[in-house]
């Protein structure tokens, strides 16, 4: 009998059955109490994602969380839109997909200066001091790069972006529930999460924190009409949206962050970071290499990892993909240049042990079958090992 199919992108990732339920309930105005309750729920429990995703139970942040119908997308641009104008000046960094696609989003609304290197690598933390001036507006910066692996340095770019006192915006897609994130101490002026990541939601619902901070800093000039910050934290405050909720995806996001306060950020970020050091154990001791390459203060992520594709593998990785996949699990592979010369597995949401153990075992297997000589049982005694800490 084949196993259950398992699902290890980063992003989707599987739902709890409690979420799964929640959606299937009858419906409900968006303007009625019922929904009203669903809201605060799901505010109350982002209030504490955002508060509490210190290591040292330590609670940081002096903000709202506004929750959007839409992916992540959506709030990085709602940050970019409200908070800049065609004259403001943006320092965009790019190190990967997401980087680029913040830079994309910020050059459509303002002027921007890109800090760049190869996707992979550390940002040269002098070139940021050297691109941010007392002119800079605002600083982008993806927390973790979910298209290579690396977890950039957003204390430090912080740091820069604070004594220009340029507007700081964080996108902690793939971080923020799972990792931790310190708003305060970090100088974050907004951050920008998504449901279908750590926070184990279903896909098509987001967060944004807005400090009082980036609040002050929000004119309304030109702000756009579907993510106005201004009318959305007026709507939040009597725990509703602007315009129609997605309901079902509100129910899921509640039970979702209710079940991450049961299991308390600590203990969370601690898992995550077990599990994560589990893949890239077990990867390494079947002698996979890992793709990304930190130096300094960046650092490898804790809740996705990226392996480099066996350079018989590389451009043609498909016998690969298709022993993954025929073992009822769902990996992904590089995006934009970097397919077909990595793949990469995550440990964002609610993973029991054994489904980690499964990713290794099903990675080790694979190649094997695509030809690649992989030591299965060294592999997950390594991951083990780690799980057991
Ligand atoms: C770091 C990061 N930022 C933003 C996004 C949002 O992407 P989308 O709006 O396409 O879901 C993602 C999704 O994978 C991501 O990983």
Redesign the pocket.
């Given at each position: 009998m084949s196993e259950e199919f398992l699902l290890l992108n980063?992003?989707p990732v599987p739902l709890s059955e409690e979420v799964r339920r929640a959606m299937d309930q009858p419906m409900v105005s968006h303007r009625s109490a019922e929904f009203e309750a669903v809201y605060e729920r799901a505010q109350d429990g982002l209030e504490y994602v955002f508060s509490e995703s210190t290591l040292d139970g330590e609670s940081t942040g002096d903000g709202t969380p506004l929750i959007l119908n839409?992916?992540?997308?959506?709030?990085?641009e709602m940050a970019v839109a409200n908070l800049t104008d065609e004259d403001s000046e943006v320092v965009a960094l790019v190190n990967?997909?997401?980087?680029r696609?913040?830079k994309r989003i910020a050059d459509r609304h303002a002027d921007v200066t890109p800090v760049e290197v190869e996707w992979g690598e550390a940002f040269d933390l002098g070139a940021v001091e050297a691109a941010v001036t007392d002119d800079t507006e605002m600083v982008t910066v993806?927390?973790?790069?979910?298209?290579t692996g690396l977890l950039n340095p957003v204390s430090e770019v912080g740091e820069v972006a604070r004594d220009r006192d340029a507007t700081f915006v964080v996108?902690?897609?793939?971080?923020i529930g799972g990792d931790e994130f310190r708003i305060d101490d970090w100088s974050v002026d907004v951050a920008?999460t998504?449901g279908?990541?750590a926070l184990a939601a279903p896909?098509g619902i987001?967060t944004v924190y807005v400090t009082d901070r980036a609040i002050e800093r929000a004119d309304g000039e030109g702000a756009p009409f579907y993510e106005d910050i201004d009318w959305h934290l007026r709507k939040a405050d009597t725990h509703q949206t602007p315009f129609t909720s997605a309901v079902p995806l509100f129910r899921a996001l509640a039970v979702a962050v209710e079940g991450i306060e049961s299991e308390g950020m600590p203990r969370r970020i601690r898992r995550h970071r077990r599990q994560a050091r589990a893949f890239r154990e077990g990867f390494a001791a079947m002698g996979l290499d890992r793709f990304p390459d930190p130096a300094g203060p960046t650092e490898l992520s804790n809740t996705l990892t990226a392996i480099e594709l066996p350079e018989e593998l590389k451009g043609d990785a498909g016998a690969f993909f298709d022993a993954v996949a025929e073992r009822n699990v769902s990996i992904s592979g590089g995006q934009a240049h970097l397919g077909g010369e990595i793949f990469r597995v995550s440990n964002m949401g609610n993973l029991a042990p054994d489904q980690i153990l499964r990713g290794v075992r099903v990675v080790g297997e694979a190649m094997n079958d695509a030809g690649v000589d992989c030591d299965v049982e060294a592999g997950l005694a390594a991951a083990r090992d780690e799980l057991d800490q």
């Amino acid at each position: 009998m084949s196993e259950e199919f398992l699902l290890l992108n980063p992003g989707p990732v599987p739902l709890s059955e409690e979420v799964r339920r929640a959606m299937d309930q009858p419906m409900v105005s968006h303007r009625s109490a019922e929904f009203e309750a669903v809201y605060e729920r799901a505010q109350d429990g982002l209030e504490y994602v955002f508060s509490e995703s210190t290591l040292d139970g330590e609670s940081t942040g002096d903000g709202t969380p506004l929750i959007l119908n839409g992916t992540a997308t959506m709030g990085m641009e709602m940050a970019v839109a409200n908070l800049t104008d065609e004259d403001s000046e943006v320092v965009a960094l790019v190190n990967g997909k997401f980087g680029r696609r913040f830079k994309r989003i910020a050059d459509r609304h303002a002027d921007v200066t890109p800090v760049e290197v190869e996707w992979g690598e550390a940002f040269d933390l002098g070139a940021v001091e050297a691109a941010v001036t007392d002119d800079t507006e605002m600083v982008t910066v993806v927390h973790n790069e979910t298209s290579t692996g690396l977890l950039n340095p957003v204390s430090e770019v912080g740091e820069v972006a604070r004594d220009r006192d340029a507007t700081f915006v964080v996108d902690g897609v793939t971080s923020i529930g799972g990792d931790e994130f310190r708003i305060d101490d970090w100088s974050v002026d907004v951050a920008v999460t998504d449901g279908q990541k750590a926070l184990a939601a279903p896909p098509g619902i987001s967060t944004v924190y807005v400090t009082d901070r980036a609040i002050e800093r929000a004119d309304g000039e030109g702000a756009p009409f579907y993510e106005d910050i201004d009318w959305h934290l007026r709507k939040a405050d009597t725990h509703q949206t602007p315009f129609t909720s997605a309901v079902p995806l509100f129910r899921a996001l509640a039970v979702a962050v209710e079940g991450i306060e049961s299991e308390g950020m600590p203990r969370r970020i601690r898992r995550h970071r077990r599990q994560a050091r589990a893949f890239r154990e077990g990867f390494a001791a079947m002698g996979l290499d890992r793709f990304p390459d930190p130096a300094g203060p960046t650092e490898l992520s804790n809740t996705l990892t990226a392996i480099e594709l066996p350079e018989e593998l590389k451009g043609d990785a498909g016998a690969f993909f298709d022993a993954v996949a025929e073992r009822n699990v769902s990996i992904s592979g590089g995006q934009a240049h970097l397919g077909g010369e990595i793949f990469r597995v995550s440990n964002m949401g609610n993973l029991a042990p054994d489904q980690i153990l499964r990713g290794v075992r099903v990675v080790g297997e694979a190649m094997n079958d695509a030809g690649v000589d992989c030591d299965v049982e060294a592999g997950l005694a390594a991951a083990r090992d780690e799980l057991d800490q």
